[in-house]
């Protein structure tokens, strides 16, 4: 996963041109900023950036964490607030925060990477940096037949696999998990305190506050 992100870092906002996303990407980006105005935030596995404009407007503090330097790099060039900086973290672990602590947290586009077996110890990892209250917003795809990379298998474990095919010709098979609302709540369990579900056609964003 790291080295296809790595390789595909250059084009990787490609996806993001598509014409029949276009209004679910505006939408989202126009809402992103309210949840996290005056707040630390910690973004996991921030990518390229795309999100990080839109969401870190108003925040105090925005600290965009990724494991890749390639992809960091291309977010590193863009026009952010000020509020914003960069660190390589492996969201997995969040090692190399020390002591620190948020009171929110942002991902986009990362939880259908998880595998569901891991879901549950991720989530405690990243809960156990925020504050007690914390806002917690997390966005990724909806699979829609006619835009989504086909499917290509499902494992032991539920996990559903895509082939990605990059510019250079190379195929490589990428954990995609495609999760319901219920499936979202039920992982989350009543550390989640009024989580909400918002389905646009290519998208879902999920939203709630640490107990």
Not at 23 to 44: K, N, Q, T, W, Y
Not at 73 to 99: C, M, N
């Amino acid at each position: 996963m790291l080295d296809y992100y790595k390789r595909r870092a250059a084009y990787y906002e490609r996806v993001y041109h598509r014409p029949e996303r276009q209004a679910d990407l505006r939408a989202m980006e126009a809402s992103l900023a309210a949840p996290f105005a005056g707040r630390r935030v910690l973004e996991i596995a921030c990518g390229t950036g795309w999100w990080t404009p839109h969401a870190a407007r108003d925040a105090q503090r925005w600290l965009a964490t990724d494991a890749n330097p390639e992809t960091m790099d291309v977010a590193r060039a863009k026009a952010l607030p000020a509020a914003v900086e960069f660190r390589q973290v492996d969201a997995y672990t969040l090692d190399g925060l020390g002591d620190e602590t948020f009171d929110a947290a942002f991902s986009g586009c990362w939880w259908s990477h998880v595998p569901l077996q891991a879901l549950p110890g991720w989530l405690a990892t990243l809960h156990a940096r925020l504050e007690p209250g914390a806002r917690v917003v997390m966005l990724d795809n909806s699979f829609v037949q006619t835009s989504s990379t086909p499917l290509t298998r499902r494992d032991e474990a539920g996990n559903t696999y895509q082939d990605r095919v990059l510019d250079d010709g190379s195929v490589h098979e990428v954990l995609k998990n495609f999760p319901t609302p219920d499936e979202a709540f039920a992982v989350l369990g009543p550390r989640a305190r009024d989580p909400r579900w918002t389905a646009y056609e290519h998208y879902w964003v999920l939203d709630y506050r640490l107990a």
